[in-house]
């Protein structure tokens, strides 16, 4: 289980090179993001959290790329080479894997992501989301498109469901915090 930890315990993990652990990452393993960007600061802030993103890995062997899955405010949701990422990235990057997924085909079980290219971030959804954190209070308002937590819920739904906070949103330490969830490495 990935325990809470705060900024200055995350900066003391050893940095792994990503080039050596590149062959070992496996489809559905996720990445957790704390960047320096002023929007990352704000959720971190609001979450209490060290994360402020997170998404899911594929290991493409037909095209040899890592590609990454994700929903970012500016784009909405992408597929894009995770060593492309890491290069743009101001901020600290993990690598984690989720334990006891049942015995299927992730990339399968993932499409359902993937269908979700090109789909809008949903910035209304993330000031509702600051708003609840607010307030203590709120709804979660369903629609077809997500913030970069409710992407990675959704296609873990089936085969390892993530549960929100008890104000009904989840965030990246929500995904974090599950029982499942084991820090493999932080990476550059």
């Known amino acids: 289980m990935a325990k809470h930890i705060d900024k200055k315990n995350l900066q003391k993990i050893e940095i792994t090179d990503y080039l050596s652990i590149r062959d070992k990452i496996e489809t559905g393993w996720l990445f957790f993001t704390s960047g320096n960007y002023t929007i990352s600061k704000a959720i971190r802030r609001a979450t209490k959290s060290p994360w402020s993103h997170v998404g899911i890995l594929f290991n493409d062997y037909c095209i040899d790329r890592i590609m990454l899955l994700e929903s970012v405010e500016d784009m909405g949701t992408r597929f ?104 493999l490495w932080r990476v550059k």
Do not use: M
């Open 80 to 183: 894009i080479p995770f060593s492309v990422y890491l290069e743009q990235y101001d901020g600290e990057i993990v690598i984690c894997k989720v334990d006891n997924l049942p015995d299927t085909d992730l990339n399968k079980a993932f499409g359902k992501g993937i269908d979700r290219i090109t789909k809008k971030y949903d910035k209304a959804e993330f000031l509702r989301i600051i708003e609840r954190i607010v307030k203590g209070e709120g709804k979660v308002h369903e629609n077809d498109k997500d913030v970069c937590s409710e992407l990675v819920a959704r296609n873990f739904k089936e085969i390892h469901p993530f549960n929100p906070d008890q104000r009904g949103f989840i965030s990246p330490e929500n995904i974090w915090e599950d029982k499942d969830v084991e820090l």
